[in-house]
């Protein structure tokens, strides 16, 4: 067998890293909720009208992913996310051969996939993704738009309607997971903020049904544990969080259990940091 054929046997035969199948879906029919919580809509709109691309920061569970559905319906453009990791290979990106029937196909991946039906292609936690994976992205988020498919021998010119979306957690991130300069400056940085908290109230009410002062002891009980990151808690606890316990509370739980549970139990492993926070829920919620 060619060296040739045994690298498109060995491809064939790797299976795509998780997440790297990204589906490209059609833009959503139905308006997702969003509740903007500054100039993130004006910014996003902006950028995409100018083929600018687009790096959200924010920490988990601030809103991230509901922002881009948000502005994929918005947009009426269809939407490919991918979950980036480690083990995130630039053909997990862009494509591979398969073997398929004794023929070698070309599939294409996902960001190639985006790029050529002018698709929001949203890479997750970008930074989590190997440099050699995140170069690949260079030619295409510069105003040549291009994506190199090196192993087929094409240059695929983005689709006017392309728009690259990526994720930043900066809280998280340890400084060797820092996105390149080269990278970076690449895109309009907009910055996903915690929401005021009569804002998350409502956000919570909203996403969940409970009464919306029930939503506010909530955010409360947030507010509370907040400042206690970086003193033992690695992360504080997000809006997503509080959207757990609110559904607990909606299905007849306690809402001080509620919180222990989801709030609490998902910030810490540590037994005396989560009694600490027990207390806390304890002493907000009366
Ligand atoms: P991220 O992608 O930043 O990790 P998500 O977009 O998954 O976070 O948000 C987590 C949950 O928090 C959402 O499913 C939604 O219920 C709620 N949420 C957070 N911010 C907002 C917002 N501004 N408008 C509507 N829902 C929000």
């Known amino acids: 067998m060619s060296a040739r054929g045994a690298e498109l046997r060995e491809l064939a035969a790797a299976p795509a890293a998780p997440g790297a199948r990204g589906l490209l ?3 959503p029919g139905e308006e997702p909720y969003y509740r903007p919580v500054g100039d993130e809509v004006e910014v ?18 601030c809103g ?5 559905r948000y502005m994929a319906w918005r947009l009426a453009r ?67 738009r291009l994506l190199p498919l090196e192993r ?9 309607d392309f728009q690259l979306v990526i994720s930043y957690n900066p809280g998280y991130q340890s400084l060797a997971k820092e996105l390149k300069p080269s990278t970076r400056q690449r895109f309009i940085g907009i910055e996903l ?9 409502e956000i919570v009410a909203r996403e969940t049904g409970v009464p919306l002062p029930t939503a506010a002891s909530l955010v409360r009980v947030a507010q509370r544990i907040r400042p206690l990151r970086d003193r033992g808690l690695a992360e504080a606890p997000s809006t997503r969080l509080l ?19 989801a709030v609490c139990a998902a910030l810490t492993d540590d037994p005396e940091l989560e009694a600490t926070l027990a207390e806390i829920v304890a002493a907000t919620l009366g």
């Open 25 to 27: 879906e059609p833009p």
């Open 44 to 61: 996003f709109t902006a950028a995409a009208r100018d083929r600018l691309p687009v790096v959200l920061k924010g920490p988990t569970g």
């Open 64 to 68: 991230k992913s509901r922002f881009v």
């Open 78 to 144: 269809p939407l490919v996310t991918v979950a980036c990791h480690d083990d995130l290979s630039a053909s997990d990106l862009t494509g591979r051969y398969l073997v398929r029937g004794g023929d070698t196909v070309w599939q294409d991946g996902p960001l190639t996939e985006a790029v050529r039906a002018g698709a929001i292609a949203y890479l997750d936690e970008l930074v989590e993704a190997r440099q050699d994976t995140v170069v690949v992205l260079h030619p295409l988020a510069d105003d040549r």
């Open 152 to 160: 087929a021998g094409e240059l695929v010119a983005a689709h006017p």
């Open 193 to 201: 903020a915690l929401p005021a908290p009569e804002v998350e109230a």
């Open 243 to 261: 959207v757990h316990a609110a559904r607990l509370v909606q299905a007849g739980i306690d809402p001080a259990v509620a919180c222990r549970s």
